[in-house]
T-cell receptor, first 113, second 111 residues
Framework: QQKVQQSPESLSVPEGGMASFNCTSS?????YFWWYRQHSGEGPKALMSIFSDGDKKEGRFTAHLNKASLHVSLHIRDSQPSDSALYFC?????????????FGAGTRLKVIA | EAAVTQSPRNKVAVTGGKVTLSCNQTNNHNNMYWYRQDTGHGLRLIHYSYGAGSTEKGDIPDGYKASRPSQENFSLILELATPSQTSVYFCASGEQGNTLYFGEGSRLIVV
């Protein structure tokens, strides 16, 4: 069973729109979260990390973490066709010795021009 | 940016054959990882390493071995390849608790 669950499985938004991704952990030991993006034919690349409750903004990307509910989200404003990709949530924590990272199954985003 | 290079990028192997996937990183990271990516499963951890000479089992190690002969190199070995090991394999490197840097992937088909 996936310890990190992502939703939705896929998402289509118009160019300029807002894309939102959700991630929920089933393990309360996970304390550190990342969002990765993978374009077709490439390896995943880190977008941003979030370790504290609340919001973290980097350009068009905003991540939100609620440790009490084990929920992390990612929002992309002003979505561009180049944002079309597979988005992964990843978690790490005390019980993994901070060495192991558990990934969700991913959300596929399509931005329609 | 961290550089992680995988080889080969594409491989077709026969059932029962031996396959070695190689990974090299040039950023002196202590930790290296091997993941496989399959639709619906995301990235699943096969083996990882804390440093030269160490290898640890990940979440799905059965049928795979790993070797870390140096800080820079980490190999994944399939001694007896099976069709169920057809997948895309990613190597990654990083430091404890920090961002992972991935290679471009190795696509393996076992026939």
């Amino acid at each position: 069973q996936q310890k990190v669950q992502q939703s939705p499985e896929s998402l289509s938004v118009p160019e300029g729109g807002m894309a939102s991704f959700n991630c929920t952990s089933s393990d309360r030991n996970f304390q550190y979260f990342w969002w990765y993006r993978q374009h077709s034919g490439e390896g995943p690349k880190a977008l941003m990390s979030i370790f504290s409750d609340g919001d973290k903004k980097e350009g068009r990307f905003t991540a939100h973490l609620n440790k009490a509910s084990l929920h992390v989200s990612l929002h992309i404003r002003d979505s561009q066709p180049s944002d079309s990709a597979l988005y992964f949530c990843a978690a790490s924590g005390v019980n993994t010795g901070n060495y192991k990272y558990v990934f969700g199954a991913g959300t596929r985003l399509k931005v329609i021009a | 940016e961290a550089a992680v290079t995988q080889s080969p990028r594409n491989k077709v192997a026969v059932t029962g054959g031996k396959v070695t996937l190689s990974c090299n990183q040039t950023n002196n990271h202590n930790n290296m990882y091997w993941y496989r990516q399959d639709t619906g499963h995301g990235l699943r951890l096969i083996h990882y390493s804390y440093g030269a000479g160490s290898t640890e089992k990940g979440d799905i190690p059965d049928g795979y071995k790993a070797s870390r002969p140096s800080q820079e190199n980490f190999s994944l070995i399939l001694e007896l390849a099976t069709p169920s090991q057809t997948s895309v394999y990613f190597c990654a490197s990083g430091e404890q608790g920090n961002t992972l840097y991935f290679g471009e992937g190795s696509r393996l088909i076992v026939v």
